[in-house]
């Protein structure tokens, strides 16, 4: 366990694992609007960090700028050590940086199957060429694809229905196929934006173990936007607090359940 | 037969080519980009072998050679090919009907320069006694059936591997695509060179076929017909442009020989003989309105299991 932070500047104690992700000095101006003021962290590796903050405290910007698909107007990134800011969603996603969305972006039309096998991009190689006329490694690469994609369904328990149109899934199942599409990039980072936005309640309890599952299975660190505070509290290592766009704790669950600045968040001033 | 071959030959060949060109429309689409330019590359196609087997590669009689044909191939698909991928740098940042219209923008730069550099490509009037390798109309379809089979196998592979896969992934949901690793701008310059290269190398064929080629046989006109051939056969398989390309060919002389028929009254003879063009627009329309997805759906081949009844489906989350 990390020693808390309870400042929210960018710490990494020596006694901790090195931060994996870097965030240093974001901002993020929309016109007058500050989405995302001067924050600076770091996720440490194998952790589960938890983004939490009222609606619009910037969580989800902050999201897509880590992700590549909002450019920062300040403010540095890294990640292994190494300065990724400006590269563009895929080259991050090469990285090893996966990622779910608030509002599902699955591929509605394609089969659960193919949702998954097509984030196997990155970890294949077959081109035009070998693809189309069968030649090595395009069908044995193939095939792996399929099996490693079927294990993947498996593993959110869909593989019976591994033929069904990805719009035809109930809400809760489209979220775990969305995981598993993103766990099929092989990420050393998973980026969760609400995984339990419209989950029903069992379905919410069954997230916190799943996610730890996932987490130790594949050897990932996690970073996670959610609401739903009890799944925040009982899941995460640490946790930061956005408030419109200002990062005001950062830290242990408890500690920062405890912290002044971010009871006054959640339950106003007044 | 032979008095069919004599009467239908080219008509068949034409049908096979426009098949073969609504193909090079739906490559493109396959990654999600509405790309009209396919007349263009196929006029550049038709100027290549216009030129090299009139300028180049003289006959003075007899048939044209067919190495010299293979290579006017191989010139038109890597001259399109290169084109393709400036023209897809800058244009395929454009999305939707922006890049609709920046196509058809390229289709008229190509006709334009047509017209406008006369010693080279004859201006308004074009190149004719271009020469004939086969010596048939019909005999064309040996190379055209080839061209056009080659084109559906490669599309049906492709649908089915990894880069075919990029290129649904990106019709599908772009962000989503880029978000799991799939650089969109690559994906989409390659199926749109893709597109390119078979409209170029179906001009070389026109071109042999016609043995005239001129700024008219690329234009905005084109552009419209192809597209209408695969919202016609329908755009999410690849059989459905190639339905699409043969129907809509065969169309107009279906209902010429219509018209013919005994005991008509005579103003209908008339209506399907000299209306044939505005019936083909009726009849594009009412497909729009009553097959939106065109005759070809991925639906009559998929086997798609249903949603199991404990597991009632919902609305996709959007």
Redesign the interface.
Known sequence: MQPSDSVPRITTPKSAGLPTLEVHNIVRNFGGLVAVNNVSFGVHKDEIFGLIGPNGAGKTTLFNII?G?TMPSSGRLVYDGRDYTGE???QI??KGI??T?Q?????????AL?NV??????H?????IT????LPP?PA??RR?REKSMELLDLIGLAD?A?????????G??RRLEIA??L??EPSLLLLDEPAA?MNTNEKAGLSDFIRGVRSDFQLTVLLIEHHVPLVMGLCDRIAVLHFGDLIALGQPTAVQNDPAVIEAYLGDE | MQAFIQVYGFLLVTMVLQATLALSLYLPLMAGQLSLASPGFYAIGGYVAALLSTRVFPVERGLYPVPPFLFELFVAALLCGIVAVIVGFTALRLRGIFLALATIAVVEIIRVSAVAFQDFTGGQIGISAIPDPIGSQFGYILVAAPLLLFAMF?TY??ER??????F??LR??E??????????MAYKV?AFTLGAMLAGVTGVISAHLLSTWNPSLGTFDGSILILAYVLVGGSRTFLGPVVGGMLLTALPEGLRALAGVNGLPEWLSQLLKDSRLILFGVLIALGAAFFPQGLITPDLFR???P??LN????????
């Open positions: 992700t698909l563009k969603p895929h996603a090469q996966a990622r969305f509002n599902i972006r699955l591929f509605g039309n394609l089969t193919e096998m097509i984030a196997r991009h990155t294949t190689h077959s081109n035009l693809g189309v006329f069968g395009g690469e193939e694809t229905r033929q069904m149109q990805a719009r035809n899934f109930a809400y199942d489209q599409r993103a099929a990039l419209g | 490669f592979r492709l591997t990894r880069v075919g896969r990029a649904t992934a599908e949901d962000l989503a695509a880029a978000a799991i690793g799939i650089n969109p390659l086997r798609r299991e949603a199991p597991n009632p489906p919902t609305p996709v989350a959007k």
